[in-house]
């Protein structure tokens, strides 16, 4: 039966040799793009106005900026991994994707009114995924 020969790549999930979608493999990266479609719906609003004084708004913002692309982290190593045997490929994978997202969102921004494409945000989102990666690396 070619269904039933499988691979265990992640303790909770099995790949199929025969090559058909896996539908937890699906699930991982529909979470991937659904994060990333969150980001781009994010950043295409014109203006993001904050009750929170100058400094208190300057900083929730880039600690949002860390937390949205930590989280792409996650998503993107957990979907990469499926596909490799080696969880530091899989991570190094992820938090190239990740930093290039960043890179393309922030030039994304450049065409929306109201909204300016900064490299300081692509470094703190990139803050955002070394500190995950690390994170990641101590968790296994």
Do not use: C
């Not at 792409?72 to 080696?86: E, P, Q, S």
């Not at 009114?113 to 300081?120: A, D, H, I, T, W």
């Amino acid at each position: 039966m070619r269904g039933s020969r499988q691979i265990v790549l992640d303790k909770d999930i099995h790949v199929l040799h025969d090559g058909n979608m896996n539908f937890h493999v699906a699930v991982r990266w529909l979470a991937v793009a659904l994060w990333m479609g969150m980001i781009f719906a994010v950043s295409s609003i014109p203006s993001l106005a904050s009750p929170l004084e100058s400094f208190y708004d300057f900083i929730a913002r880039k600690l949002a900026h860390m937390a949205e692309y930590g989280v792409l982290t996650v998503l993107l190593f957990r979907a990469v991994r499926i596909h490799t045997r080696r969880n530091a490929r899989a991570l190094l994978i992820a938090a190239v994707v990740a930093v290039l997202y960043a890179l393309s969102d922030e030039w994304h921004q450049t065409f929306v009114p109201g909204r300016e494409g900064s490299l300081r945000d692509v470094v703190v989102d990139a803050l955002g995924v070394v500190g995950m990666s690390l994170w990641l690396i101590r968790s296994k």
